[in-house]
């Protein structure tokens, strides 16, 4: 239960508090959290693509691989603060968040790239099978950066 926040309340029909016979009822619905969407000026001015179409992993290892960002903006870019990126494989319930370590990139010039070492461990309960690896950066602001998902090979050995 969050400890700060706003309830907004539709009245329908005022009722009457005057008449003995019809008491006044009030109902609550179970609350739901309002998640405002991100502005569009949040929005993170890369294209994002893989290293390779397809890479191999042991149960228990982490699986490496790496993340080029393209500016697709007209101006040089750099990040007021580094973006978390979420990394996951299939519908799995293992995933992982974490912040991007994009301080070392500096400012982006207009179709600059700059490549990104990313690791996802993949724990020693992980099914053995194909999976594709899901990667989405910037979490929190407009429209996430994405890329088709490469195929992930789960192994035993």
């Given at each position: 239960?969050p400890?700060?926040?706003?309830a907004?309340l ?6 009457r ?8 009822r009030v ?7 309002i998640?405002p969407q ?15 179409a397809?890479?191999?992993v042991?149960?228990?290892q ?8 393209t500016?697709?903006?007209?101006h ?27 301080h070392?990139?500096g400012?982006f ?5 700059a490549?990104?070492?990313i690791e996802?461990r ?15 950066l910037g ?7 994405q ?11």
């Open positions: 239960m400890i700060r926040g706003t907004r539709t009245v329908v029909g005022a009722p508090c005057d008449q003995p016979a019809e008491p006044s109902a609550v619905r179970p609350f739901e959290t998640v991100p502005r569009r000026s949040t929005r993170l001015p890369f294209r994002l693509s893989f290293d390779r397809s890479y191999r042991r149960v228990g982490r699986l490496h691989y790496r993340v080029t960002l500016s697709t903006s007209r040089p870019f750099r990040f007021r603060s580094c973006p978390l990126y979420f990394e996951q494989l299939g519908s799995s319930a293992w995933h992982e968040i974490h912040y991007l370590n994009c070392p990139a400012t010039a207009p179709s600059a790239t490549v990104f070492a996802l993949v724990p020693r309960t992980a099914r053995p099978g194909r999976y594709g690896l899901l990667f989405e979490l929190g602001t407009y429209q996430l950066v890329a088709p998902a490469p195929r992930v090979l789960v192994t035993r050995n």
